[in-house]
């Protein structure tokens, strides 16, 4: 069984707890207007600058460069992220990869979107320690405007992840001129009270990714917007630190 990535990041210090590698699916049903890592949309191989975006990895091959962190892992309570794009994407070589770093002790994370029919989902985060769980937006018709897909199936998987009684972290994305106003936050802590959530990680908008759009000969909307850091989004944080849920970058 092979996975198509597009890269492997090691030392990764943001992914989950402690030092981590992330592994990187492509394939993404999202279209987000903020993608950092746009390459990964498309499912299959691109040409980014002089070369390939990403190859085909067979799980021994992808083990095999996991374990090579381990003592870093075993120090740092670490582990392996599986992220993309959209791991639920390649559902089947991601619950393979799972089973395999699990036989071998090493703590796992999945990053999602939660965009999938529950029954996959499902599947994949019962194999996980981890659940990194985005949520764009809380309004159905402003998820369609900035991502392309609604937010029903996200929701539905969300509410069934908490259910797994399972470490989930729910991950708020702040978006300037999509969902960083006052109001957006107080939408964000609704849902979020509603749905049991009592922690949650904003991402503040960066610009990490703006190159790979030149790269790739798209058109991005965002560019030359600037990046918001810890000062700008406090109001948003202390807004839903007020509905009681624990917020920190």
């Known amino acids: 069984m092979n996975g198509l ?6 030392f990764s210090l943001h992914d989950g707890p402690g030092i981590r590698t992330v ?3 492509k394939g993404c049903p999202l279209c987000c207007a903020w993608c950092s890592n746009p390459e990964s949309q498309r499912a299959d191989p691109l ?8 190859r085909f990895y067979s799980l021994e091959e992808t083990v095999a460069i996991c374990l090579q962190d381990r003592p870093f892992y075993e120090e740092s309570g670490g582990g392996v992220t599986l992220s993309g794009g959209e791991v639920l994407t390649q559902s089947a070589f991601a619950a393979t990869l799972l089973d395999a770093l699990r036989a071998e002790h090493i703590h796992t994370a999945i990053e999602t979107s939660g965009y999938a029919q529950t029954a996959v989902f499902a599947g994949l985060a019962t194999q996980a320690d981890m659940i990194l769980f985005d949520i764009k937006h809380y309004d159905d018709r402003r998820h369609v405007a900035g991502t392309g897909v609604h937010n029903g199936p996200i929701l539905a998987n969300l509410k069934a992840a908490l259910a797994l009684n399972k470490n989930v972290l729910v991950r708020l994305p702040v978006i300037p001129g999509y969902n960083d106003s006052p109001e957006d936050a107080r939408g964000f802590a609704a849902l979020l009270t509603e749905m049991g959530v009592r922690r949650a990680q904003l991402l503040p908008f960066h610009q990490f990714g703006e190159k790979k759009y030149e790269l790739l000969n798209i058109p991005y909307a965002l560019r030359g917007l600037p990046p918001l850091h810890q000062e700008d989004v406090e109001e948003f944080s202390a807004i839903i630190a007020h509905a ?6």
């Open 244 to 249: 009681g849920i624990d917020c920190f970058l």
């Open 23 to 25: 592994v990187f699916f």
């Open 5 to 10: 990535l597009f890269n492997m990041q090691k």
């Open 47 to 54: 040409l980014l600058g002089d070369g390939p975006d990403s």
